[in-house]
């Protein structure tokens, strides 16, 4: 939508996501980010979450993987420019995913009482162990 609450004829989704979306936001550079629990945007595969570029493409920059086994429930954005994810099914089921700019899954967090992020898991390079916690503000 436009300042003035009418449409953008440019901005265009084409397809769309092939099932619910169940969460919408926009991060800092002005594009947004879906979640849901579909498993494709238009003809790729983006399970449960997605992002789109300011005139409504898929942004390809923005690659997660195999996503989400069930639907994403809420996102967002932290100060340090982290998506995160909160999701409904595996591998990040215990907790809110946090990714990259480009979607690299960067650990699991749990947001304290005191808006402090806890980082509860690392994983480095496709490696499922354990880098030990650690609190960033």
Do not use: M, N, W
């Amino acid at each position: 939508l436009r300042l003035d609450g009418s449409r953008d004829p440019a901005f265009d989704t084409h397809a769309g996501p092939d099932a619910a979306v169940h969460a919408l936001g926009v991060d800092a550079e002005g594009r947004i980010l879906v979640g849901g629990r579909f498993g494709k945007v238009g003809s790729r595969a983006c399970a449960g979450i997605a992002r789109l570029d300011r005139s409504g493409g898929l942004d390809l920059g923005f690659a997660i993987g195999a996503g989400f086994d069930g639907a994403v429930h809420a996102l967002g954005q932290d100060r340090q420019g982290r998506v995160l994810v909160a999701p409904a099914g595996t591998p990040e089921s215990a907790g809110t995913a946090a990714y990259g700019p480009d979607g690299a899954f960067l650990g699991l967090v749990a947001v304290g009482a005191d808006g402090a992020i806890r980082v509860e898991r690392l994983f480095v390079s496709g490696d499922s162990g354990s880098a030990g916690p650690a609190t960033f503000t």
